[in-house]
């Protein structure tokens, strides 16, 4: 079974490769900014952090989800993922400028840390069903990942199915599907270490590394020496919840983790 991945980042795909799943990768071709700053003029405000992401999320995997990749239909489950870091209120997201990554690290380390707020979506885009597979799993144990809520999408104005996601608080998850797709939300709290020094943060951004992330750092990169707790799946802050994405396919789609594993 397969899996499309609505993205070229590396860092979502090495970890899919670490748990045994190969991506098919597809560049969504998504112009994010234009997408966010429309359903902001809609509104009339900002998108807060779960919005914004659950939006760029289902973007990108719609994008990909009716488009011919190498020639032919897609034939799978379609990915689509984005992230967001806010600091008191504040989104982060890719800084592209050096001086911008290191203003950003001073605002960052005066907070103590900060969310990192994880977009999914999937689309079911298998061309072949079998029924019994294709039921809901259970809600999962209390504590865990919330329960699917199924929704209706035309309810949820220029957001769509993002704007079910309002009432996630830092360090919350939520789970929503409607007709052929599943969209989550998880989030994990970051807390940074009390003591880097200036030089430090000049020294990690001429490394190149924290420009084209969102909340100029990589858990998985030279940043984790200044991280000292994180709170929910260490995965969300690199890129995707894992957890998260199997209980979308399992209690969205009756698709178990292990079907998608590249044996």
Sequence with gaps: MRLYLASTSPARRALLAQTGIEPVLVAPGVDEDAAVASAAASLGRE????????????AKASAVADAPVAGSPVDGFVFGGD????????LYGKPHDPAVARERWRQM?????????SGHCVIDRRRAVDAPGSQPGG???????PPVRTVDASGGGPLG??????????????????GDRVVAVDSAVL?????????????????????????AFTIDGRAAAYITRI?????????LSLPVLRSMLLRGFGVAWHDLWAL
């Design 83 to 90: 992230s967001a870091f806010e600091v008191e209120g504040v």
């Design 231 to 239: 709170d929910g799946a260490p995965s969300a802050v690199v890129g």
């Design 109 to 117: 380390l005066a907070a103590g840390g900060g969310t990192l707020w």
């Design 191 to 215: 807390t940074f270490a009390d003591d880097m020094s200036p030089e430090e943060i000049d020294a990690y951004v001429a490394t190149g590394e924290p420009l084209e992330v969102a909340g």
């Design 47 to 58: 998108l807060t952090g779960p919005e914004l992401v659950a939006l760029l999320a289902v």
């Design 139 to 145: 809600a999962g144990r209390a504590g865990t990942v």
């Design 161 to 178: 199915l993002a704007a079910s996601f309002a009432d996630v608080a830092p360090g919350g998850s939520g789970l929503v599907a409607s």
